[in-house]
């Protein structure tokens, strides 16, 4: 696990230099490429079915690189389908988006539904570690859109981040807690790790460097899977 995090730390060493020698990028713009952007921002109609699951992340959750039918949220509702689960899990993954910029967005997309989805899997707070923003800031956006959700009675699974060793130990003991701390004070499901089983792994990485090809949504949506469908249940 430890090689896997000090690779996952280079990789982003590597990606933060080319950002800080590119234009300077607007406050709480995106940290990554936003190929597709414009696509991911615009909010689809949510299909009919039992069950309705929002996606709302980042370029992780949009399928940056990916094929549409190869990323997170295509890949996800084809396992929960295939185990006998009729669910429609909406895209809401927006490439670059920080904590701030999802929590801006947040009313707008759920107000844009056709109806309040049975659970909300947020996973945000890659590209805060991208800009190195504070994990207080990071804490905090994560808490207000938790908070939302809870106060329209939506249930939440957060997909969880890990602080580089690059970046300090002091920084990644105060970023490394953010998300379990939330999911215990607000009893809501985690999955601690979106990447984990593919962070070290070339082989299931884009040429990038950052992002999970399709062979690696593939492990990750077999990993998430339970935790989703035991979030679904409670």
Known sequence: MLGRLLSYGFCIAILQLVIACGPAAEQNSAAVPQE?????????????????????????????????????????????????????????????????????????????????????????????????????????????????????????MLTGMLAPPNLGKEFGGQFNVIYPALAKKYDIGLYPFFMDGVVGRSELILPDGIHPNAKGIDVIVERITPSVETALKE
Request: net charge negative.
């Open 36 to 156: 597709g952007a414009a696509q991911e921002n615009a909010v689809q109609p949510a299909a009919e079915a039992k069950t309705l699951i929002l996606a709302f992340g980042d370029s992780l959750y949009a399928g940056y690189g990916l094929a549409p039918s190869d990323g997170f949220v295509p890949d996800l509702q084809k396992a929960l389908n295939d185990a006998g689960q009729d669910v429609k899990v909406h895209n809401a993954g927006v490439s670059g988006d920080t904590t701030a910029a999802g929590l801006r967005r947040m009313d707008f997309v759920l107000d844009s539904l056709p109806r309040k989805p049975d659970l909300v899997i947020l996973g945000l707070g890659g590209n805060d570690l991208l800009r190195g923003l504070k994990p207080s800031e990071t804490q905090a956006n994560m808490e207000a859109m938790v908070k939302k959700l809870a106060d329209r009675d939506i249930a939440v």
